[in-house]
């Protein structure tokens, strides 16, 4: 079958879905917004991320390591301390987590009744 | 154990938790991206997800619509015409998505390499 579709557009999906693979992903935007702040520690960011099992923590760690999200930096001190950081990749996310934030606030926290407003007019 | 973080930024990451109980599952930022373009049958909306079954598909538009981020609409024609469409709370989604567009041409598509780049300087 022929494409027929817009190749604009058809690039602009690819690109999302490219996205979509680092960041529409549970808990991968909260770990991005935390780290946002600075170098943080494992134990930190669970407490970012209320409910997240060790396990799970660790393979998005794995996961954004490998897309070049964040480095991991451990620093030779008896306990040894490791931090994780975001790259210029990883920051280049952040206007993501900005849009995510505001769009929190206006339509899920501060006015959830919002969301009930049916308001596609014909 | 007392809440020391900061209440700002701890107010920051309930709502992009919250958001990203909508946006951050596989498939979603590609079903809204296609619906910014307006109204869409279940099986335009198929194409746009390569590899997507019928069954997740469904859930995805059920989930969106109980959000309130899209309506159906079913026109009585023969065969029934259904359509899906964005609310305001839909397109005001549509920033996170442009900005997932614009992070996925600068770094997953045209740039591939950049990803490679571990930049923190220290």
Redesign the interface.
């Known amino acids: 079958m022929r494409r027929t579709?817009n190749d604009t557009?058809d690039?602009?999906?690819?690109?999302?879905?490219?996205?979509?693979?680092?960041?529409?992903?549970?808990?991968?935007?909260?770990i991005v917004?935390?780290l946002s702040?600075g170098p943080r520690r494992f134990m930190k960011l669970e407490?970012?991320c209320p409910g997240i099992s060790p396990r799970t923590l660790s393979e998005r760690l794995d996961m954004l390591e490998r897309?070049?999200v964040l480095?991991r930096r451990s620093y030779p001190e008896s306990p040894p301390r490791v931090e994780y950081?975001?790259?210029?990749?990883g920051r280049?996310?952040l206007?993501?987590?900005?849009?995510?934030?505001?769009?929190?606030?206006?339509?899920?926290?501060d006015a959830p009744a919002?969301?009930?407003?049916?308001?596609?007019a014909h």
Chains 1, 2 share one sequence.
């Open positions: 579709m557009h690039h602009g999906n690819c690109a999302v879905a490219a996205t979509a693979e680092i960041i529409a992903t549970k808990w991968t935007p909260l917004h935390d702040e407490k970012a897309q070049g480095v950081e975001l790259t210029e990749k280049a996310l206007p993501i987590i900005r849009e995510m934030r505001k769009f929190g606030r206006s339509w899920m926290i919002k969301g009930r407003r049916a308001s596609a």
